[in-house]
């Protein structure tokens, strides 16, 4: 007998859907699709801190239910970076309760974007903080001594990435800074400088105020004492110098945004771990001469190909320079950007 119910073993079988056999699916779930949920109704956070994998986000900014709760990223965003300072779109359990995790399901555009490479030749950026609009540069007058390329190279970065600079000169008490400030003399550059025991907390908050901040400095400047005199509740853990290198040791080691409240208004505070080396392998050089707007005028007026170097020939800035077209301030200007420029183009020394 044949596996069908016939009376006569020459008549054919006849056949219809319910006769096809589908093999059941062993894991039992649904076949994978492309097509992936819309979210409409996530909510809109800011990623305050990142933590082996987990986020911290602030949902409801400034409004009577703001919260802050834990959140994990989405498989679909699993090669993409979720950083500090990132606005993002989020679902789950969105409570904020003890042991609740929500998911990140987009990261929003982007404003700007701040980034540093492990070295020169290496084209692999690191993103440091998102949508900052400042950055404060915290360098010592000694203790330990000001690098010049270092600031040179945060300004780079600042510049490439849209974000205005700010720079900060601590234990002025120790050292007159005015040596190390002529450096800069030629930029658009505020400088802020504090003294141990007189640290101008009133000033630094009121140029922050309104303003997503990126703190950034070598070890040991005293970045971490300067957040925790703005931001008392952040209790940053605060280091000393090694004597015997100079150097400082690494207290903050992630970064993270800390809201700055006064009675004048708020603002945000983003610390970042302290680094020796920052490099510049991503860096459009481009943007370091829009930065410069006069400047960047008249170097529309130069020959293709124009590193605006020293050594270049017929560049239009060094000529207008020479003929007095740029005023009293052209040449320091100029030795500044060139300056910033050879930075980029030189290995980096520390």
């Not at 929003?108 to 490479?117: I, M, N, V």
């Not at 940053?236 to 903050?252: D, E, I, L, P, Y």
Request: hydrophobic share 35%; aromatic share 4%.
């Amino acid at each position: 007998m044949t596996w069908w119910d016939s009376a006569d073993d020459d008549e054919q079988p006849e056949y219809d859907e319910s006769s096809v056999r589908v093999r059941p699916n062993p894991k039992g779930n649904k076949p994978r699709t492309k097509t992936r949920p819309g979210h409409e109704n996530a909510l809109v956070g800011r990623i305050l801190g990142v933590d082996r994998g987990r986020y911290t986000v602030l949902l409801d900014e400034d409004r009577p239910g703001e919260r802050t709760l834990t959140a994990a990223r989405a498989s679909e965003l699993r090669k993409k970076a979720v950083v500090t300072g990132d606005r993002v779109d989020v679902v789950g359990d969105t409570t904020g309760a003890e042991g609740s995790l929500a998911r990140i399901v987009r990261i929003r555009p982007r404003a700007t974007l701040l980034r540093r490479s492990a070295d020169d030749t290496d084209a692999v950026e690191r993103v440091i903080v998102a949508n900052a609009d400042q950055m404060l540069i915290v360098v010592a007058a000694a203790n330990p001594e000001p690098r010049t390329r270092l600031v040179d190279r945060y300004l780079v970065a600042a510049y490439d990435a849209g974000v205005a600079p700010i720079l900060c000169i601590t234990k002025t008490d120790l050292a007159d800074p005015a040596g190390f400030l002529r450096n800069f003399q030629g930029l658009d550059l505020p400088v802020i400088t504090s003294r141990e025991n007189d640290m101008p907390v009133d000033r630094i908050a009121e140029a922050l105020i309104g303003h997503d901040t990126v703190f950034v400095g070598h070890s040991g400047v005293g970045k971490s004492t300067l957040v925790n005199a703005l931001v008392p509740e952040a209790k940053r853990a605060t280091g000393v110098v090694n004597t015997v290198t100079g150097r400082g040791r690494h207290t903050s080691s992630s970064t993270v945004s800390l809201r700055l409240e006064t009675d004048a208004g708020r603002g945000w505070v983003i610390d970042t771990p302290g680094v020796r080396s920052f490099g510049l392998g991503h860096i459009d050089t481009d943007n370091i001469l829009r930065a410069f707007t006069d400047l960047a005028a008249v170097a529309e007026a130069c020959p293709r190909g124009c590193t605006h170097l020293p050594d270049s020939p017929d560049c239009a800035m060094m000529e207008a320079v020479e003929r007095g077209d740029l005023g009293d301030t052209g040449q320091a200007r100029l030795d500044s950007l060139q300056r910033l420029l050879t930075t980029f183009a030189a290995p980096p020394a520390y």
